[in-house]
């Protein structure tokens, strides 16, 4: 192999990398009662849903990806529901899935089945069954302790209602999260503060922080655009506000493990630790994207994003992908550098330089631990306290280089 061919990304990445990462599989539902206006993920808000035909198809994906990746290494060790609204599905449906994922692959002794739930009502009368279908970790999209904010993020909970579920919650499942969005409107690093440490008074052993994002093409996003989301916290607040959620959290024992992540040990999220590893993961469901390694080659694929089209391709052609593309050893070092240097761990030089097939820019990390933004420990490189809020500036110098 030529430098020059492996500049091109030419070379294949090793086959067995994924195992670094290792397996999972996540599950797409696609369907929810309200569009929340800061969301800009694949959901859908309809009058009905055929359960039943939607179980099927969501089975016959699984069994689909279980006849193409086989083998005694291939058990998953993480399942999760994402959306959309999962909890929106009938524990009927999501034992369907999970019978099927353990029919296509088989689970490790200590699988991971994590499923985001919203804390209304409705849902929370659907918690013990989806325990009894063998869901062991509840995501709940609490979002905010102020019931001012909840009404200004779409949300149609209470902060009652999210404390009364959270409890059921902890009674029902061994592991539960739980998210907050932080910098919201005419919100302060004080008022931040003070819900913050009600949360971690409340939190099992997960918590997963997020500073609110303006997207396109989002109910936000349009009101900005013409000056009517008013109040947002300045980039210098949110930066404070990100640095006191580190503090914080890590005073109370759960320390950032990924940039938007905290936890207690070994309590952090094995199937998004899948992700930011670099491992494979099936995917099923409308718009769902993953990352499998077969016959030498690392594939991304993608799902058709419109939830009819996706069920009538699933239903006629058996199958609902709409795309699969072969990622070269350059495009695998780049999705390793972006994903690993999330996490306080970082990334592993070695491994970057054997997916990619060359090395690092020295004088790129010579000038970024200058500055203080990295620092090198262990064969890692690991972003500091001071790097974390400018991560993505750290991402294009390392990718430059």
Same mark, same amino acid.
């Given at each position: 192999?030529?430098?020059?061919?492996? /500049?091109?990304?030419? *070379?294949?990445?090793?086959?067995?990398?994924?195992?670094?990462?290792?397996?999972?599989?996540?599950?797409?539902?696609?369907?929810?009662?309200?569009?929340?206006?800061?969301?800009?993920?694949? =959901?859908?808000?309809?009058?009905? *849903?055929?359960?039943?035909?939607?179980?099927?198809?969501?089975?016959?994906? +699984?069994?689909?990806?279980?006849?193409?990746?086989?083998?005694?290494?291939?058990?998953?060790?993480?399942?999760?529901?994402?959306?959309?609204?999962?909890?929106?599905?009938?524990?009927?449906?999501?034992? /369907?899935?999970?019978?099927? /994922?353990?029919?296509?692959?088989?689970? @490790?002794?200590?699988?991971?089945?994590?499923?985001?739930?919203?804390? @209304? =009502?409705?849902? %929370?009368?659907?918690?013990?069954?989806?325990?009894?279908?063998? *869901?062991? $970790?509840?995501?709940?999209?609490? %979002?905010?302790?102020?019931?001012?904010?909840?009404?200004?993020?779409?949300?149609?909970?209470?902060?009652?209602? /999210?404390?009364?579920?959270?409890?059921?919650?902890?009674?029902?499942?061994?592991?539960?999260?739980?998210?907050?969005?932080?910098?919201?409107?005419?919100?302060?690093?004080?008022?931040?503060?003070?819900?913050?440490?009600?949360?971690?008074?409340?939190?099992?052993?997960?918590?997963?922080?997020?500073?609110?994002?303006?997207?396109?093409? @989002?109910?936000?996003?349009?009101?900005?655009?013409?000056?009517?989301?008013?109040?947002?916290?300045?980039?210098?607040?949110?930066?404070?506000?990100?640095?006191?959620? %580190?503090? +914080?959290?890590?005073?109370?024992?759960?320390?950032?493990?990924?940039?938007?992540?905290?936890?207690?040990?070994?309590?952090?999220?094995?199937?998004? &630790?899948?992700?930011?590893?670099?491992?494979?993961?099936?995917?099923?469901?409308?718009?769902?994207?993953?990352?499998? =390694?077969?016959?030498? $080659?690392?594939?991304? @694929?993608?799902?058709?994003?419109?939830?009819?089209?996706? &069920?009538?391709?699933?239903?006629?052609?058996?199958?609902?992908?709409?795309? $699969? *593309?072969?990622?070269?050893?350059?495009?695998?070092?780049?999705?390793?550098?972006?994903?690993?240097?999330?996490?306080?761990?970082?990334?592993s030089i070695a491994r970057f330089e054997r997916i990619g097939g060359v090395p690092l820019d020295p004088k790129a990390l010579e000038r970024l631990q200058d500055w203080g933004m990295i620092k090198l420990a262990g064969g890692h490189v690991i972003a500091t306290r001071a790097g974390r809020p400018v991560l993505n500036a750290i991402l294009r110098e390392l990718a430059a280089g």
């Amino acid at each position: 192999m030529s430098c020059a061919e492996a /500049a091109l990304g030419t *070379v294949a990445a090793p086959v067995d990398d994924w195992r670094a990462g290792g397996f999972g599989l996540y599950v797409h539902w696609p369907f929810c009662a309200a569009k929340c206006p800061y969301c800009d993920f694949n =959901s859908h808000v309809v009058e009905r *849903v055929d359960q039943r035909r939607w179980a099927d198809a969501l089975c016959a994906e +699984i069994a689909r990806l279980g006849r193409e990746v086989s083998g005694p290494a291939r058990q998953l060790g993480s399942i999760f529901f994402g959306g959309g609204t999962p909890s929106l599905m009938l524990p009927e449906t999501v034992d /369907a899935v999970i019978g099927a /994922a353990r029919a296509a692959w088989g689970f @490790t002794n200590d699988i991971e089945i994590t499923l985001e739930a919203n804390p @209304t =009502s409705v849902e %929370q009368g659907r918690f013990r069954g989806f325990a009894d279908a063998g *869901v062991n $970790r509840l995501s709940m999209g609490v %979002q905010a302790l102020r019931d001012d904010d909840l009404r200004r993020l779409g949300r149609l909970h209470s902060v009652a209602e /999210a404390r009364a579920a959270f409890d059921i919650a902890r009674n029902c499942f061994g592991r539960v999260s739980f998210d907050l969005i932080y910098a919201r409107q005419d919100q302060n690093l004080d008022d931040w503060r003070a819900e913050l440490r009600e949360a971690l008074n409340m939190a099992v052993d997960h918590l997963s922080l997020y500073q609110l994002t303006i997207e396109p093409g @989002t109910a936000f996003g349009a009101r900005q655009a013409v000056g009517r989301l008013r109040g947002l916290p300045d980039d210098d607040v949110s930066a404070d506000m990100y640095l006191e959620t %580190q503090d +914080i959290c890590l005073s109370h024992g759960m320390p950032g493990y990924e940039i938007s992540n905290h936890a207690g040990a070994g309590a952090e999220s094995r199937h998004n &630790l899948v992700y930011w590893r670099q491992g494979d993961w099936a995917a099923v469901g409308p718009g769902a994207h993953g990352r499998l =390694s077969l016959d030498g $080659r690392r594939v991304a @694929t993608e799902a058709l994003r419109a939830p009819g089209e996706w &069920l009538a391709a699933v239903e006629q052609s058996g199958s609902g992908d709409v795309d $699969r *593309v072969n990622l070269s050893a350059e495009d695998q070092a780049t999705e390793y550098l972006l994903m690993s240097m999330r996490l306080a761990e970082g990334m592993s030089i070695a491994r970057f330089e054997r997916i990619g097939g060359v090395p690092l820019d020295p004088k790129a990390l010579e000038r970024l631990q200058d500055w203080g933004m990295i620092k090198l420990a262990g064969g890692h490189v690991i972003a500091t306290r001071a790097g974390r809020p400018v991560l993505n500036a750290i991402l294009r110098e390392l990718a430059a280089g």
